[in-house]
Every structure is written in C-alpha cells, then in structure tokens.
C-alpha cells in the first residue's frame, strides 16, 4: 500500500507522514520497581493543514490475561516538530530529518525529546524532563518508533525510581480504518 501524503501537509511534516493516522494494538510493560503487565493503545497522530508539526496523542489502560480493559493506565498529549534540517543518509539511502517532540502527562512531568526520523524509523531521547513536587521520579528515556509491514511498533526505555536506563514499554500498533 503506498503513503498518500496529504496536500496541505505543511513540507517539513512529509517525512513524519507514515504516522499519520489512528494506531491501536497491545504491547507489554515491566520495570524493576512493578510487576508485568500487558497493556492495550490508541495512538493518534494528526496535523494542522499547513502548521509545521504533527499533534500527537496516546491513551493506554490495563488488559487481564484474556486482554479485556482492566483500567486507564497513562495518558500524553504533545506535539512533534521536525525541522528544516534534513540530510542524505547515503549508506540507506534515506533523508534524516531532525525532530523535537514535547509530551505532557497528567501524572506531573513534562519531556523535551530529541532525535531524529530516518525513513521510517524514528528514534528519540530526552533532553529535558521537567516533573512537579508530586510526581514520581523520572529522569531520562529513550523511544524507538518504526514501521514494519504496515504496523508501527515502538519500545520505551527508562531511567527511574533510582534504576538505570532500561526497558520499559513496548507495543505494536496496527492502524485503524
């Protein structure tokens, strides 16, 4: 199935088009400081007919062991600004473009991530992560998104609760018609 790349997408956002949609798929989750747990995701990544970003927003809840919805898990809202500077990756053959993501969280912290879309693969890691007297210690994180046969599967690592970068989240999402 080829991309149809929308007209009035402003062209900074073009190579940010393959997310473009409704995502919803399962994935799992664990951490030294809680239990595993397998989890179900709606990801939704739209635009604003000639804006220079992508609007992004991600619900999750807790699936039992016959993946029925047990309860909200997180939820983040923000938005994903790729910029200007793109350059020939002549080993793949693809453009890199350079990317600012800023997500906010009901649970009290805030994230800068940096990285960059290389095809269709993005990877991003924190640059700033900004949290409220209340919430829970978060200090860094690392995301891989990519597109595998038609799927956008992501992993999420962190650094947190005194743990070292490691695995946290990981899903695949499949797009909804």
């Given at each position: 199935?080829?991309?149809?790349?929308?007209?009035?997408?402003h062209?900074?956002?073009?190579p940010?088009?393959?997310?473009?949609?409704?995502?919803?798929?399962?994935?799992v989750?664990?951490?030294?400081?809680?239990?595993?747990?397998?989890?179900?995701?709606?990801?939704?990544?739209?635009?604003?007919?000639?804006?220079?970003?992508?609007k992004?927003?991600s619900?999750?809840?807790?699936l039992?062991?016959?993946?029925?919805?047990v309860?909200?898990?997180?939820?983040?809202?923000?938005?994903?600004?790729?910029?200007?500077?793109?350059?020939?990756?002549?080993?793949?053959?693809?453009t890199?473009?350079?990317l600012?993501?800023?997500?906010?969280?009901?649970?009290?912290?805030?994230?800068?991530?940096?990285?960059?879309?290389?095809?269709?693969?993005v990877?991003?890691r924190?640059?700033v992560?900004?949290?409220?007297?209340?919430?829970?210690?978060?200090?860094?994180?690392?995301?891989?998104y990519?597109?595998v046969?038609?799927?956008?599967?992501?992993?999420?690592?962190?650094?947190?609760?005194?743990?070292p970068?490691?695995?946290?989240?990981?899903?695949?999402l499949?797009?909804?018609?």
């Open positions: 199935m080829a991309l149809e790349i929308p007209s009035d997408l062209p900074d956002c073009v940010l088009a393959f997310l473009l949609g409704t995502w919803a798929g399962a994935g989750g664990g951490y030294p400081t809680i239990e595993s747990f397998n989890f179900g995701q709606e990801a939704v990544f739209s635009y604003i007919p000639g804006k220079p970003f992508l992004y927003e619900r999750s809840w807790l039992d062991e016959d993946g029925n919805q309860r909200p898990l997180a939820t983040e809202t923000g938005f994903w600004r790729p910029q200007a500077r793109t350059e020939e990756n002549g080993t793949a053959g693809t890199r473009t350079q600012e993501v800023v997500l906010s969280h009901p649970t009290g912290f805030a994230e800068i991530w940096v990285g960059e879309a290389d095809g269709a693969k990877e991003l924190t640059d992560v900004a949290r409220t007297e209340t919430a829970k210690e978060y200090t860094a994180g690392h995301r891989l990519g597109l046969k038609g799927d956008l599967l992501w992993a999420f690592d962190m650094a947190a609760m005194g743990q970068m490691q695995s946290h989240l990981s899903a695949q499949k797009p909804v018609k």
